[in-house]
């Protein structure tokens, strides 16, 4: 009988997806909850790995692929429950990505599901998921947090349509730049374009039938000088 408990890591891969907000989940290829939907998670290897978010990040890596641009650790979870196999212990992780770079991991690694619309899942990774999408829209009424939803270089019209998404509420172009403080004037390459000097300008810009439209990134995850939403 083991006497000490398994200690593992939990990724929640939150995306955003046909206005959505969604998360990455897959399909157990051994017990327990064998063909069931899970979050990815591994145990910590303590002679390989340097961290628990070191874990996160190589378990990652080997069951997709994949490296988020961001990672936070959630909260513990813990309990002779959650586990059939006994007393377990996982840390929970949440990471944002955009969906076209998960979907890079290809079909067969991942399913997306709407996290307002979860099926059965292993373990207790459906409560994992609901903190962790209370962790991101709390933290996303007042930080950069949903840059990280966004690729690299985004416009602030993408910017504003991932803030709607996740909070639900679709607002106007002069509100939404009141809210995270974004300057009116147009932003020249290297310069912020908001009061927190958070959103850098390059000088890149997207194309389309309308006026070209500038391209920004995050230069840090950081909170803006006012609360935004």
């Given at each position: ?35 069931c939907l899970a979050l990815p998670g591994g145990y910590v290897h303590v ?183």
């Open positions: 009988m083991r006497t000490t408990p398994n200690v593992s890591v939990d990724v929640v891969l939150l995306s955003l997806h046909q206005g959505k907000l969604q998360v990455a989940l897959h399909r157990r290829a051994r017990g327990p909850f064998q063909d002679d390989k790995d340097g961290s628990i978010e070191a874990t996160a990040y190589r378990v990652l890596k080997q069951k997709t692929g994949l490296q988020p641009r961001y990672l936070e650790q959630l909260r513990t979870f813990a309990g002779p429950q959650r586990d059939p196999r006994g007393w377990s212990v996982a840390i929970s992780h949440v990471a944002l990505m955009p969906y076209e770079e998960l979907r890079q991991a290809g079909d067969e690694v991942f399913h997306f599901h709407d996290v307002d619309g979860l099926p059965d899942l292993a373990f207790d990774h459906a409560e994992q998921i609901r903190e962790a999408v209370r962790r991101v829209c709390n933290k996303a009424s007042y930080s950069t947090l949903p840059c990280w939803l966004l690729p690299e270089l985004f416009t602030l019209t993408q910017l504003q349509r991932t803030y709607e998404q996740i909070f639900g509420e679709t607002v106007s172009r002069s509100t939404f730049r009141s809210r995270l403080g974004i300057k009116v004037a147009e932003a020249h390459p290297g310069e912020s374009a908001d009061q927190a000097d958070i959103l850098l300008a390059t000088d890149q810009f997207q194309g389309g039938s309308q006026r070209p439209a500038r391209l920004f990134r995050v230069n840090q995850l950081s909170l803006f000088k006012r609360a935004c939403w």
